[in-house]
């Protein structure tokens, strides 16, 4: 069982408005710079620390599901929080206001590519935001962790699951395993029969593609589907990235995977090098990394490539978050389920955790980003300063520093 939250509960029905919604992921949207652990991260100090939107506990909750359902991960959870704050048009509203200032940045910067062939130099930026994306990501790490980590089991399952991902096993199938372990000890431990009617079913159901093989024959079975001679056009392009927001576990690594296939081998639509830089756009602008694909819809056709591509890749996270979300509640009072859902949710932080470690080997190059990161940590365990404030702070001197 977890500790009990000191945030307030919250009420069943939704009790904030769209606008609050809508104003919150649009700053979010531009400031969110990192990749999906940094997005969380962010996402938890504004939502559970300084709006008390949501208790820790639903939050993680929330953070699991998200991790049982294909596609961008952060985005999802976006959505998820908009629907908990503001019922369905919340849904709606908080992903695309996510979305729609990355969208934009990347637009406007594939257009500068269209023109000069190059990618404007952002080096200089990012050498300040990273440091600062660790120091946030670390704090909502450690508020996370205290919170769903209550017990040797659990802490059992988070270090296995840290040691399987940093050696390279597939989040999927180290979300499968956490949840089933946890499932496992708690029936075993427990005399009573599980609850015939529980939903854990439905929890499992997603993670049929439980390795990198199935992840991998799926991508295969979609592209091998299309032939090398494909026309471009509006339409298909639209069903490629569907295809690929409908069945993408995994990494950005994983995306570049299946883009390579389906647009460079199959298609022949993107040279590997378009394909690279397009990766990287997706990479060093602010909120989802999938909107990598609305820089390839530009390239490919213009301003409507861009929006077809754009909704054709983040239309899944829409459809699976509201057909998921209503389940989140039933499944924790199944303890069945409930045990899953706690594994998935600390494999999840696990995850995090790993990547972190990894971006920290980028970010943390030379005294001036480990002071960055230091004070970064420094500023917000004493002051509580704002996640975005510090982004800002951060791009500035990084700019400065560049100069």
Known sequence: ????????????????????????????????????????????????????????????????ATNLIPGPNSTELAIHIGHARAGWWGLVVAGVCFILPAACIVTALAALYVRHGALPQVAGLLSGVKPVVIAIVLQALWRLGHTAITS??????????????AFGVHELAVLAIAGACVAVVRATAS??????????????????????????????????????????????????????????????????????????VERGWLTETQLLDAIAIGQVTPGPVFTTATFIG???????????????????????????????????????????????????????AVATARLATSALVDPVTIAIAV?????????????????????????????
Not at 152 to 165: D, E, I, K, Y
Request: charge should be positive.
């Open 191 to 264: 005399t009573a029969p599980p609850d015939a009617a529980s939903p854990a079913p439905l929890l499992f159901a997603p993670l049929a593609p439980v390795t990198p093989l199935a992840t991998t024959t799926a991508g295969a079975t979609m592209t091998t589907t299309i032939a090398a001679t494909t026309a471009f056009g509006l339409w298909p392009l639209f069903a490629f990235f569907v295809k690929i927001g409908a069945v993408l576990f995994g990494s950005g690594y994983v995306l570049l995977a299946f883009l390579r296939t389906g647009l460079v």
């Open 298 to 352: 530009y390239l490919l056709g213009g301003g409507a490539g861009a929006l077809v591509a754009t909704v054709g890749i983040f239309l899944p996270a829409f459809l699976f978050v509201a057909v998921s979300g209503p389940l989140v509640p039933r499944l924790r009072r199944s303890p069945l389920a409930g045990a899953v859902l706690d594994g998935v949710t600390i494999a999840s932080l696990a995850i995090m």
């Open 375 to 403: 004070v970064s940590a420094v500023v917000l365990l004493r002051w509580r300063v704002g996640s975005m404030w510090l982004v800002g702070a951060g791009a500035l001197v990084g700019v400065m520093m560049s100069g």
């Open 152 to 165: 040797r089991l659990l802490v059992g399952v988070a270090l296995f699951a840290l040691c399987m991902n």
């Open 1 to 64: 069982m977890r500790h009990a939250d000191p945030t307030p509960s919250l009420p069943s029905t939704p009790r904030g408005s769209v606008g609050e919604v809508a104003r919150l992921f649009l700053r979010l949207g531009l400031t969110a710079f990192g990749g999906p652990a940094a997005h969380i991260a962010m996402m938890e100090d504004e939502i559970v620390v300084r709006r008390r939107w949501l208790t820790r506990d639903r939050f993680l909750d929330l953070l699991g």
